[in-house]
């Protein structure tokens, strides 16, 4: 059964960090591409980063390039976005979904774990 479980969010002050994570299990991530979407409220989800399957080439939307990574430790089938000079408008609850390889959209994902809460506030 393929299943996705987030962690590491929380609140945060403007300027500070957080680590995501993303444990996957039912595949191994070399096999598919791991994105992670974000939704503040009410806004669309928009699809931030993604790592591919194979080789892990990675992706990132304009609005978080240069202050987010995406990495993965495949012996660990986890991924994770470590977010750096975060803003109150990264606020969002923050998921990572599974697909065959990186989309823009987020509806192309197919398997989604429960999210997790990233609040930017002084």
């Known amino acids: 059964q393929v299943r996705l479980v987030e962690s590491g969010g929380g609140l945060v002050q403007p300027g500070g960090s957080l680590r995501l994570s993303c444990a996957a299990s039912?595949?191994?991530?070399?096999?598919?591409?791991i994105g992670w979407i974000r939704q503040a409220p009410g806004k669309e989800r928009e699809a931030i980063s993604c790592?591919?399957?194979?080789?892990?080439?990675?992706e990132y939307l304009n609005a978080v390039k240069g202050r987010f990574t995406i990495s993965r430790d495949v012996a660990k089938n986890t991924v994770y976005l470590q977010m750096n000079s975060l803003k109150p408008e990264d606020t969002a609850v923050y998921y990572c979904?599974?697909?065959?390889?990186?989309?823009?959209?987020?509806?192309?994902?197919?398997?989604w774990g429960q999210g997790t809460q990233v609040t930017v506030s002084s």
């Open positions: 979904a599974t697909a065959s390889s990186c989309h823009y959209y987020p509806n192309e994902y197919d398997t």
């Open positions: 039912g595949f191994t991530l070399d096999g598919a591409a």
């Open positions: 790592i591919s399957g194979r080789g892990g080439s990675v």
